[in-house]
């Protein structure tokens, strides 16, 4: 994988570079074993003592890392039997969001995602994994496909927003984004959604009314970008770290306001210094909150997704 | 990324230009004086050009609900502050503001009225407080619209305009938008009827949530509909946007609005629809002949 390093990020990858060459190196050397574990221990260490203090707008640049695993490199981990299912039968098919049937711990399950690009060339194709109103009409087609058959939905927020062009409004992004809403809240089937790195905005909130919300430990959720935020209060993007504090985004943050069930430790480092150990943990969690699901009725599915959502808010009367 | 966007551009200049002290106005659309008492008369419809200028909350109760009469909802409901928020200024603070400035206590009023004798459950924002922005108490409201209608039995015409979300309520103000749209598919499930009135302006986490899944909607004249604002998709496509983008003329020639009703007929055809809506059939009960 081509390393993009951060710059608070560099003696923690500095240690798992180390870590990755040494444990090539004990497959053929057992007396290296020691020092391997005294090692991955370290970083492990060091890894918890810097990030546990990083700054949220820092927290947003890991959420938005460009080697973070994206949707399909988690359902590869999790899932067998993937079928990626395109379009949505209406104008073309938006490839900044994925979607199709899977195998979960041996449940069918449909899975959707947004999907960031990997290099300039995916990422043009993906559209830095900014969708367009096609994306969730396909959304909306695979969240009523997975309610005809009965099948679980999961889904993997990871998105900058939706698509702000011409094209998009032309086309009605608005409409599509609130449909979307509309159909996860009326299907009979549990719904898990994932935050995996970037949740932005009502482009998020498309793939995000769930009846569980986890999110991952630098994974990020706001109503707008720091950026975005910035330059509307202070008229200076550049002021985003300000914003990013304020806007309380990080998966701590969330789960003390009530918008998630749980937040996900991330191997150390983050998630991408390891993608098979950042789906293991994600996996630990994922499981029985599904399992716990498939326990209720249709009706309750929706009836509790309905009151999760219902509760959020903070007003006097 | 994408929103809300602040820069509004406004259609009601002439509320800022007040020359022999509020007596005269001038129209936005073809710059004649009126007298500011003729504009009010016609609920700020300039009666030489047409130009639609803003009408308050207040007005539009006028225009619509017979005898202006609102039988208002949970009128007490205010915000907090979860986010303990500032950007300078706390979020207390504006909202304080908002409220002396706009002797409203939120961005949006509900309630039981009647239109042409037709009952029905109302809504609409208040665009003066704080941009019509869609914090926790609009969800809340919206919810509650919703739900009463559903248990009542009555339609909804709700009247939108706002820029989206509120961001002072951060990540909570997004969830506004799934709790409204849930309680929303609630109601359409007892197949009743939702008028959704697109006002200027209708974006950002409003227009991506329930104001585009009306039954029927219907947006007013050169009012701006959309999701990103203008500068947003700007900066993002470094193109200038073509002159008319996202007006409701753009959104009908899109296919995303019914139709586009000037003030004086708004509530006639909202009561023919309702009419349509809500003369339902029994299963069987056609005419045998
Ligand atoms: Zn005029």
């Excluded at chain 1, 180390?18 to 050397?29: A, K, M, P, Y």
């Excluded at chain 1, 509309?182 to 995000?208: F, Q, Y």
Aim: proline share 5%; charged share 25%.
């Amino acid at each position: 994988m081509a390393a993009f390093v951060l710059p608070f990020e560099k003696p923690v990858v500095d240690l798992v570079e180390r870590v990755r060459e040494l444990r090539v190196l004990s497959e053929t050397d057992a007396t290296l074993a020691p020092e391997l574990a005294r090692l991955e221990q370290e970083t492990s260490r060091l890894a918890r003592e810097l990030f546990s203090d990083l700054t949220p707008i820092q927290k947003v640049q890991l959420s938005r890392h460009a080697n973070r695993p994206y949707t399909l490199d988690y359902v590869k981990r999790l899932c067998t039997d993937f079928v990626e299912l395109h379009g949505d039968r209406r104008f073309s098919d938006d490839p900044a969001i994925v979607g199709g049937l899977a195998t979960y711990h041996g449940h069918s399950v449909v899975v959707v995602g947004h999907q960031k690009g990997r290099g300039t060339k995916e990422n043009m194709k993906r559209n830095f994994g900014m969708p367009n109103p096609e994306g969730y009409r396909k959304a909306i087609r695979l969240y009523e496909l997975a309610d005809r058959f009965g099948l679980p939905i999961l889904t993997f927020i990871d998105t900058p927003g939706a698509y702000p062009g011409i094209g998009a409004e032309e086309r009605g992004q608005s409409e599509a984004i609130g449909a979307a809403l509309a159909a996860m809240a009326r299907v009979k089937v549990p719904i898990i959604a994932s935050i995996v790195g970037e949740g932005g905005s009502g482009g998020a909130l498309a793939l995000g009314v769930a009846n569980r919300v986890l999110v991952l430990e630098f994974g990020c959720y706001s109503v707008i970008s720091p950026e975005g935020c910035a330059a509307i209060l202070w008229k200076d993007g550049s002021r985003a770290d300000e914003a990013a504090a304020a806007l309380k985004v990080t998966a701590f943050d969330l789960l003390r306001l009530g918008i998630v069930e749980a937040v996900i430790d991330e191997p150390a480092g983050g998630a991408h210094q390891d993608y098979d150990e950042a789906a293991r943990q994600l996996d630990a969690v994922l499981w029985p909150t599904l399992s716990a699901l498939l326990a209720l009725s249709p009706d309750a599915l929706v009836d509790d997704r309905y009151d999760r959502f219902r509760r959020l808010g903070a007003f006097r009367s | 990324m994408a929103w809300p966007e602040k820069q509004v551009p406004t259609t009601d200049a002439s509320e800022k230009v007040s020359f022999g002290a509020g007596v005269f106005r001038r129209c936005d659309g073809c710059g004649e004086t009126l007298a500011a008492t003729e504009l009010a008369a016609a609920f700020e419809v300039c009666p030489l050009c047409g130009q639609h200028h803003r009408l308050d909350a207040d007005g539009w109760r006028k225009l619509l609900l017979d005898d202006g009469a609102l039988d208002a909802w949970d009128t007490t409901l205010e915000p907090l502050d979860p986010l303990e928020f500032s950007d300078g200024k706390s979020y207390r603070d504006r909202v304080a503001i908002a409220q002396k400035k706009t002797k409203a206590r939120e961005a949006i009023d509900i309630g039981g009225a009647a239109l042409g004798g037709r009952p029905i459950a109302f809504g609409a924002f208040v665009f003066s407080f704080m941009g019509g922005s869609m914090g926790s108490v609009v969800g809340e409201k919206i919810a509650r619209l919703f739900e009463r209608a559903a248990a009542g039995g009555l339609p909804v015409v709700l009247l939108q305009a706002s820029g989206g979300a509120r961001m002072q309520e951060g990540i909570l103000s997004l969830m506004q938008m799934a709790k409204a749209v849930a309680a929303l598919e609630r109601f359409r499930a007892k197949r009743l009827p939702f008028v959704s009135v697109l006002l200027h302006p209708t974006t950002g986490g409003v227009a991506a949530s329930f104001a585009f899944l009306g039954d029927v909607n219907v947006a007013e004249p050169k009012a701006l509909i959309g999701f990103a604002g203008a500068r947003v998709i700007e900066s993002t496509i470094r193109q200038t946007l073509p002159p008319g983008f996202q007006r409701a003329e753009f959104l009908i020639d899109h296919g995303m609005v019914d139709m586009i009703v000037p003030r004086t007929e708004m509530k006639a055809t909202i009561g023919t629809v309702l009419d349509h809506l809500m003369r339902r059939q029994a299963p069987g009960s056609a005419p045998t002949a």
